[in-house]
């Protein structure tokens, strides 16, 4: 991680919520891209999924597509702070063996610790 990847205590922040699974819109592609494009910009970045959102943490293997799940990776290994609602990901069976690493499984409580946090909040989703 070079320092531009390094979440910085001057840095504004971003908090994106995506609430919509892969490869049913763009909405999750977007809320990545965005992601990534805000850190790119010297912004702090938090990506909570949520609802079917928590569905991109799955997708682990490499595809012939456009992938979110390598987008996702790419996104925690430029320093994004990626969260996955601990109700939602246990509705749709997934935990921490089974999501891409660095992925934090954690209550909504971290959404709004997020939230509070942020200058700006996008949703992704509809």
């Known amino acids: 991680m070079n320092n531009r990847d390094k979440p ?28 990534l494009r805000a850190r790119r910009k010297g912004y702090n970045v938090n990506l909570f999924m949520y609802l079917d ?5 799955h997708i682990k293997e490499e595809k012939d597509y456009n992938n979110p799940g390598e987008w996702l990776r790419w996104a925690v290994r430029k320093g994004v702070n990626v969260g996955a609602c601990e109700r939602c990901s246990d509705a749709r069976d997934l935990n921490a063996d089974n999501v891409n690493e660095g992925i934090d499984i954690c209550g909504s409580y971290r959404l709004m610790e997020w939230v509070k946090e942020s200058h700006k909040v996008l949703t992704f989703g509809g």
Do not use: F, H
């Not at 908090?15 to 965005?34: F, Q």
């Not at 959102?53 to 943490?57: C, T």
């Open 8 to 35: 910085s205590q001057d840095a504004k922040t971003l908090t994106i919520i995506l609430t919509r699974g892969p490869y049913v819109s763009e909405a999750a592609d977007m809320a990545i891209n965005t992601a």
């Open 53 to 57: 959102g928590a569905w991109v943490g």
